[in-house]
């Protein structure tokens, strides 16, 4: 089974539109097409238990999890706020992504 293309990519800033981190904002520095999750800065916080080794001590660590990509959605580039992803030809044949909300173009 082909992954399914996603309008998310590493480098977005997403709004977390449902869940226990739902309205937080963040950058997204990890992306999983062929199982649509995306890792956020800052989010889905977890705790790992890690072993003393000879490198480092052992001890509690906090780690970002990954959440699914429709559990997000991109933050407008004018507004911040949650919008859909367009994409749209420009004059010169180069194909970008557009903020649905406002028209702007995404980076």
Same mark, same amino acid.
């Given at each position: ?5 996603? +309008?998310? &990519? /590493?480098?977005? =800033? *997403? ?12 950058? %997204? ?18 705790? +790992?238990? &890690? /072993?003393?080794? =000879? *490198? ?12 699914? %990509? ?20 420009? &004059?010169?044949?180069?194909? *970008? ?11």
């Amino acid at each position: 089974m082909r992954a399914p293309k996603l +309008k998310i &990519k /590493k480098g977005d =800033q *997403v709004v977390v539109i449902t869940g226990k981190d739902k309205g937080a904002k963040g950058e %997204v520095t990890k992306v999983f097409p062929e199982t649509a999750r995306i890792i956020v800065q800052g989010i889905n916080m977890a705790v +790992k238990h &890690k /072993k003393p080794s =000879q *490198v480092s001590a052992g001890g509690l660590e906090k780690q970002e999890r990954s959440i699914h %990509v429709s559990n997000v959605a991109l933050a407008d580039p004018k507004s911040g706020k949650p919008t859909r992803v367009g994409y749209k030809v420009l &004059k010169d044949g180069k194909k *970008v992504r557009v903020a649905k909300k406002s028209g702007e173009t995404i980076a």
